[in-house]
Structure formats: structure tokens, C-alpha cells
T-cell receptor, first 115, second 107 residues
Framework: GAGVSQSPRYKVAKRGQDVALRCDPI?????LFWYQQALGQGPEFLTY????????KSGLPSDRFFAERPEGSVSTLKIQRTQQEDSAVYLC?????????????FGPGTRLTVL | DAKTTQPTSMDCAEGRAANLPCNHS???????VYWYRQIHSQGPQYIIH???NNETNEMASLIITEDRKSSTLILPHATLRDTAVYYC????????FGAGTTVTVRA
């Protein structure tokens, strides 16, 4: 594929359910980022992977949020015991190299609605 | 991450140049100025970036002041498809988006 893909595009969960959001980065991209975008606001950084290593998880809002990238390609963001405040668009981005000024390419996002 | 300040919104006429200002007075020496835009219901799209020198690509031009405390993104001939939220970011690896400027291009 030519770009970053995310699935599902839309997810509705009942409060307390666990959800898993998938990101397929551009092939060969070393860096992978997750962002959270609440309605009417700009995206906010959640976590960063360099290959399979999670080097920065400073933006994860609570220990209910967990991300992994076990083989250095596909990544999954998991949210346990979802709460209404978790409702947002979750964006994934990938970048070719870990350093320098390479562009981050974003996927279309997964819109999560927690009822 | 340096904080950036942008106007909340601006209108421009189709076919005219759109000049989007951004203040980043606390930018550090190794932080680049990035511009992204986000069209409704899509992921952010890269536009341009620079460190000290002015930059131009097929989408836009970026003018950075000599003291690097502010910059201007120029869309030379705005079209209706340029209606979007434009984010100015001063960063060196993870992006701190802020609220951005909502640009509406009117026919």
C-alpha cells in the first residue's frame, strides 16, 4: 500500500469494554507514532516506536492505554476498560528514519466512540 | 517542545495568496518549523518545514524570520480545496499540534 492504513475506521464501544486499534505503517518505515485527537482539538502525542522498541510513552493518559509493535511493522493500540473520555480519533503516523527531519505520514485515523 | 501561537481563524479569497502567521518565540536551536494541514475527517497532511532558511515546494512557501521567533506559511493561489485547519509546529521529533488556524477559502 502507498500510505498508512488504520483499522477499523470507526469503533463504538460500551463503557468498560476493551478495544484494539490497528496501524499498518508504510513499508520500511522505522518510526511509528500514535496521537489522540479529541473533537475540535489538535492531535496530541501518545507514544513513539523505533522499530519494535517503544522509546517514548509519555503521552499515554493512563495505564489503561497500551501500545505494541512486536515485529517492528504493524502496531496495535489497546485501551482497556474504556471510558467516555476516551472518545476521540486515534491517529497513527510513520516516518522513514528515526532521526532527521523526515515527514511523518498520517493514516486516516480510527474514530472511537464510547457510550 | 516550543509552543506556537496562531490566529484561530482566517478567510481568504479563491485565487489569492493566503498568508498564515505563526509565533514560536521559545523555539530552540535544533527545532524545525513544520506546517501540516488537516482537511475535515482526514489525517494531517505535511506541507513544508524549515530550520532557518526560507523554503518553497509545490504546495507552499515558508518564510522564517532571521531571529526564528516567527514564520509565515504562504499558499500562493488558494483554492477551495485548501480549506482546512493549518498547524504550525516547532519540534524536532514528536509533533505538538496545538489548535491551529481554521482557514476558509471563499469563492
Amino acid at each position: 500500500g502507498a500510505g498508512v492504513s488504520q483499522s477499523p475506521r470507526y469503533k463504538v464501544a460500551k463503557r468498560g469494554q476493551d478495544v484494539a486499534l490497528r496501524c499498518d505503517p508504510i513499508s520500511g518505515h522505522v518510526s511509528l507514532f500514535w496521537y489522540q485527537q479529541a473533537l475540535g482539538q489538535g492531535p496530541e502525542f501518545l507514544t513513539y516506536f523505533q522499530n519494535e522498541a517503544q522509546l517514548d510513552k509519555s503521552g499515554l493518559p493512563s495505564d489503561r492505554f497500551f501500545a505494541e509493535r512486536p515485529e517492528g511493522s504493524v502496531s496495535t493500540l489497546k485501551i482497556q476498560r474504556t471510558q467516555q473520555e476516551d472518545s476521540a480519533v486515534y491517529l497513527c503516523a510513520s516516518r522513514l528514519r528515526p532521526t532527521g527531519t523526515d515527514t511523518q505520514y498520517f493514516g486516516p485515523g480510527t474514530r472511537l466512540t464510547v457510550l | 517542545d516550543a509552543k506556537t501561537t496562531q490566529p484561530t481563524s482566517m478567510d481568504c479569497a479563491e485565487g489569492r495568496a493566503a498568508n498564515l502567521p505563526c509565533n514560536h518565540s521559545t523555539i530552540s536551536g535544533n527545532e524545525y518549523v513544520y506546517w501540516y494541514r488537516q482537511i475535515h475527517s482526514q489525517g494531517p497532511q505535511y506541507i513544508i518545514h524549515g530550520l532557518k532558511n526560507n523554503e518553497t515546494n509545490e504546495m507552499a512557501s515558508l518564510i522564517i524570520t532571521e531571529d526564528r521567533k516567527s514564520s509565515t506559511l504562504i499558499l500562493p493561489h488558494a483554492t477551495l480545496r485548501d480549506t482546512a485547519v493549518y498547524y504550525c509546529i516547532a519540534d524536532n521529533y514528536k509533533l505538538s499540534f496545538g489548535a491551529g488556524t481554521t482557514v476558509t477559502v471563499r469563492a
